[in-house]
C-alpha cells in the first residue's frame, strides 16, 4: 500500500487540530475562573487607588503619584514591598505559633473558595452541605489571629490578636444566621 505525501500531510494536519482543540478545551475550562478573580483584582487596585487619590483631597497632600501614570501602581508597589520585608521573628516569643497563625488564617480563606461553583461543570468540591463547610472552614482564621498574637510573647500584640478575632467573629454570626435562614427557608 502506497500513502501519497497528500494523505500525510492531511493526517498531520488533523492531529494539530484535535491537539487545537484540547488546548481551546482547557483555555475555556480556565476563563470562568479568571473573569471574576481579574475583575475582583482590578476593582480592588481602583479603591485603592480611590481612597488614596480622596484622602489626599480631603488632607490638602499630594497623594500618589510616583508609581506608575497618576498613582494607579501604588498598591502594586505596596504589595511588592509587603514581600520583600524583612521577617521579625520575636525574640522571647514561641517562634511557631507566631509562624504557624497567619498560615492557619490564610489556609482557611483559600480552602473555603473549594465549594464555590466557577461553572456549571466546573466545582472542585461537589457538596450538598457546601454553605456549611465554607462557614466552618472561614470560621477557623480567628484561631489564627490569636495564634499569632499570643505567639509573639507581647500583650500589646496579644490584645491586638485579640481585638481581631473577636472583630472577624462579630462578622460571622450574623454572616451564618443569614444563611441558615436562607438554607432553611429552601430546605422547607
Not at 491537539?19 to 481579574?38: D, H, N, Q
Not at 466545582?123 to 457546601?130: F, H, N, P, Q
Not at 490584645?159 to 462578622?171: D, T
Request: hydrophobic share 50%.
Amino acid at each position: 500500500m502506497i500513502i501519497d505525501t497528500t494523505e500525510v500531510q492531511a493526517i498531520n494536519s488533523f492531529s494539530r487540530l484535535e491537539s487545537l482543540k484540547e488546548v481551546y478545551g482547557i483555555i475555556w475550562v480556565f476563563i470562568p475562573i479568571f473573569t471574576p478573580v481579574l475583575g475582583i483584582t482590578i476593582g480592588v487596585l481602583v479603591i485603592v487607588w480611590l481612597e488614596r487619590e480622596i484622602s489626599a483631597g480631603i488632607q490638602q497632600r499630594i497623594g500618589p503619584e510616583y508609581a506608575g501614570p497618576l498613582g494607579i501602581l501604588q498598591a502594586l508597589a505596596d504589595g511588592t514591598k509587603l514581600l520583600f520585608k524583612e521577617n521579625l521573628l520575636p525574640s522571647r516569643g514561641d517562634t511557631r505559633l507566631f509562624s504557624i497563625g497567619p498560615s492557619i488564617a490564610v489556609i482557611s480563606i483559600l480552602l473555603s473558595y473549594l465549594v464555590i461553583p466557577f461553572g456549571y461543570h466546573l466545582v472542585l468540591a461537589d457538596l450538598s452541605i457546601g454553605v456549611f463547610l465554607w462557614i466552618a472552614i472561614s470560621s477557623i482564621a480567628p484561631v489564627g489571629l490569636l495564634m499569632s498574637g499570643y505567639g509573639s510573647n507581647n500583650k500589646y500584640s496579644f490584645l491586638g490578636g485579640l481585638r481581631a478575632a473577636a472583630q472577624s467573629i462579630s462578622y460571622e454570626i450574623p454572616l451564618t444566621l443569614c444563611v441558615l435562614s436562607i438554607s432553611l427557608r429552601v430546605i422547607r
